[in-house]
């Protein structure tokens, strides 16, 4: 087996089970293989879960580029929060966001790891909503990371069953088209 092949398998046990069973011993029977086996292609248990956790970040971004994929560009940020806003309730995204909170929480807590990869992860998503952000906007950076603050307000919200009132809120700031 290689890197490549392992971590497919090592990210639909983590997605399924979590980052509390993402030590070497169940993630090496997850993926038919050892725990040494998995430290000789990673070399350490933290380059398996860096490795591993970026590849989760990369698969979640070609999930949402096709999921907002359009007949066109989006034409403002409003448009392009609105496609990945309705992706909320995609039942294939959803472990995806239940391992980001893990993830978040664990940062919260000061785990060991988890605000690293945290960054990891946030660091590619905002390379990613650069890339998305319309053509002929003034400040993509800026925009990219602003929509991030507002993705991410919406998600928390909506992790704890107030979907609507962060939509209200984006509707009242003009961040969402009515």
Not at 49 to 63: P, V
Not at 93 to 109: C, N, Y
Request: hydrophobic residues 50%.
């Amino acid at each position: 087996m290689s890197k490549e092949s392992l971590l497919p398998l090592l990210m639909a046990h983590v997605l399924e089970h979590g980052m509390g069973q993402a030590s070497l011993r169940p993630l090496a029977k997850a993926a038919g293989t050892s725990d040494r086996m998995l430290i000789y292609h990673f070399g350490t248990k933290e380059g398996l879960l860096k490795d591993l956790l970026g590849h989760i970040a990369g698969t979640y971004a070609l999930l949402l580029d096709a999921a907002i994929a359009g007949s066109a560009p989006p034409a403002t940020r409003s448009e392009l929060l609105a496609r990945i806003l309705a992706q909320f309730g995609d039942p294939a995204m959803e472990p995806f966001m239940r391992l980001w909170w893990e993830i978040v929480g664990g940062s919260a807590r000061g785990s060991p790891g988890f605000r690293a990869a945290a960054q990891a992860m946030v660091d590619k998503l905002v390379v990613w909503l650069e890339a998305q952000m319309p053509a002929g906007d003034p400040d993509p950076a800026g925009g990219a990371r602003f929509l991030l603050a507002a993705i991410e307000g919406t998600a928390m919200l909506a992790a704890v069953g107030h979907l609507e009132t962060a939509q209200q809120g984006l509707l009242a700031g003009g961040l969402l088209p009515s």
